[in-house]
Nanobody, 123 residues
Framework: QVQLVESGGGYVQAGGSLRLSCAASGRTFSTYTMGWFRQAPGKEREFVGSISGSGITAHADSVKGRFTISRNNSKIVVYLQMNSLKPEDTAVYYC?????????????????WGQGTQVTVSS
């Protein structure tokens, strides 16, 4: 199995920044596509960003220009740098891994998930 552990969530005022980290262990590979999703109470889990095995990235329109996904393949760690945070960014953020090098963005493409980390942005 692939084990993913997120960290870095917390409380921040609107306009502030947070950096989320996700460490992978177990049966995983540095070339896996990795992604970030988020889910607010009563809402669907939505795509935030992903990074392919070759380093190509995709970001949701709602976070484009504010959030940046990156990875350290040597350590198998993925990051989500979140700047200019808005109250609507409040959600539980989940790290996910897909068994492919291709740039994928849908929930079904990811088969390993972290426990989630809470991000709360106050107005």
């Amino acid at each position: 199995q692939v084990q993913l552990v997120e960290s870095g969530g917390g409380y921040v005022q609107a306009g502030g920044s947070l950096r989320l980290s996700c460490a992978a262990s177990g049966r995983t590979f540095s070339t896996y596509t990795m992604g970030w999703f988020r889910q607010a109470p009563g809402k669907e889990r939505e795509f935030v960003g992903s990074i392919s095995g070759s380093g190509i990235t995709a970001h949701a329109d709602s976070v484009k220009g504010r959030f940046t996904i990156s990875r350290n393949n040597s350590k198998i760690v993925v990051y989500l740098q979140m700047n200019s945070l808005k109250p609507e960014d409040t959600a539980v953020y989940y790290c996910a891994a897909a068994p492919t090098r291709a740039l994928v963005t849908t929930r079904g493409a990811f088969d390993s998930w972290g426990q989630g980390t809470q991000v709360t942005v106050s107005s």
